[in-house]
């Protein structure tokens, strides 16, 4: 390739390479999810809930890094799974507001042990590797 599209070689792509790892991470987690009937997206809404409880939509957004165009389908799957309750703000009903049922909640039993599962498989990085990425990932995202 001539030296003026030397930037458009796959090899110089830094979105690659991230972009082929999160679908390899996440790939890692169908095999505990799907028996559950939970995609990896609704699992990271669940565990923000499962931390905070209650919260809008545009907090829910910020912190997974999502816009409510993604966010409203996901959101409305996993209420008439009955994980999640949706309701307008009494304040403003633009707002709504999001909280995880006793459903939801007993959901958390069932997925504890995931993260240790995964961990178990072994990682290529060793954790002090894995911790300098994480903390240049997050550096990424909050850039």
Sequence with gaps: MAQEYQQLLLKNQLCFPLYACGRKI?????????????????????????????????????????????????LKRLEKAGYVTRQRSKEDERV????????????????????MKLAGEGSPLSEEDAKEMYRLLYQFLEG
């Design 26 to 74: 996440v790939g890692k987690y169908t095999p505990y999810l799907s028996p559950l009937g939970l995609t990896y997206t609704q699992y990271v809404v669940l565990m923000v809930l499962w931390e905070h409880e209650s919260m809008n939509v545009g907090q829910l957004g910020s912190i997974l890094h999502l816009d409510a165009g993604t966010l409203t389908p996901l």
């Design 96 to 115: 709504t507001i999001i909280s995880i049922t006793q459903e939801g909640d007993a959901l958390k039993e069932k997925c504890k042990d995931i993260p």
